[in-house]
């Protein structure tokens, strides 16, 4: 099945949106959001889409701010102008009730929306999200870790970094084998498309600005972790149980702390979970945007 892209209209600017249709809407549409660095719509969402299209949901996935194909946009590139750059795409949208799902960035964004805006949303999963973790890492030197990161960050030295990074195909393979655990996921063509990403889009210039306003000298400047009893939507939490970057044990502590929350552990995944064991997150999805009927 392929996607439609569009482009929406938003206070802040603009953004493009890609769309899959099913051959009938009997389920409440869904709203996908990608994670940071060299991530788009396309990229994390291009399996997950048409399988839920096929169930029978109209299903949004829009590039982020100066992401993909959206253009950066006029304001400060904060985690509170994302979250509000989530409702902005919901009324562009016409979406009454839905379901979000989010990985990464994508899902700290959709724990804001929730807090937000949750009128209308009708479930919502989280894939390896942010917004659970004090710092950056665990452990007896998180502490040193976070710092060195803040500073790397502050001088400039962490972006030249990256960038050059994704420049460079072996160090983009062994970094995918972090992200995607799995050597029959990650394949030559992924590789090919974040290089791709990387080097021709602003996305590892524009995640490096949101790390500049969320990495503090000694935390993070959003943690979702005292606001979760707040939602009452019901949330699955999707984590690979080899997740370097959120460790499962956030994943199990936030299930616990939501009042409808529930958790999937996908086995040997990564961060990257849904590229990873797609035949895990894929049903996992669709069962928990399953309930009733569009509106």
Request: net charge positive.
């Amino acid at each position: 099945m392929s996607a439609h892209r569009r482009t929406v209209i938003l206070p802040g600017g603009e953004a493009s949106v890609l769309e899959w249709r099913p051959a009938a809407e009997t389920r409440v549409p869904v709203l996908l959001l990608h994670g940071g660095g060299a991530d788009s719509a396309a990229l994390s969402w291009g399996e997950v889409g048409p399988a839920l299209a096929a169930a029978g949901h109209r299903v949004f996935a829009p590039d982020h701010p100066g992401f993909g194909r959206s253009p950066r946009a006029t304001h400060p590139l904060t985690q509170e102008c994302l979250v509000a750059g989530v409702g902005d795409v919901v009324e562009a949208l016409g979406l009454r009730e839905y379901a979000i799902a989010g990985l990464s960035l994508g899902a700290g964004m959709t724990l804001g929306h929730l807090l937000d805006r949750p009128e209308g949303v009708r479930s919502a999963a989280l894939l390896g999200s942010y917004g659970l973790m004090p710092r950056l890492t665990d452990g007896p030197f998180s502490a040193v870790a976070h710092l060195s990161t803040f500073l790397l960050l502050r001088s400039g030295l962490l972006g030249a970094m990256t960038r050059a990074y994704g420049r460079d195909r072996r160090a983009m393979e062994r970094g995918l084998r972090d992200l995607v655990r799995s050597p029959a996921a990650r394949t030559p063509a992924l590789v090919d498309a974040v290089l791709d990403e990387a080097t021709t889009g602003q996305g590892l210039r524009t995640f490096g600005e949101w790390q500049r306003d969320q990495v503090r000298p000694m935390r993070l400047r959003t943690d979702y972790r005292d606001r979760l009893a707040e939602i009452r939507t019901p949330v699955l939490l999707v984590h690979g149980d080899r997740d370097s970057g959120v460790p499962l044990r956030r994943a199990q502590d936030a299930a616990a702390a939501l009042p409808c929350g529930t958790l999937v552990v996908v086995p040997g995944a990564g961060h990257w979970v849904q590229r990873d064991r797609p035949d895990v997150v894929i049903p996992a999805l669709r069962d928990a945007f399953a309930g009733g009927s569009d509106a």
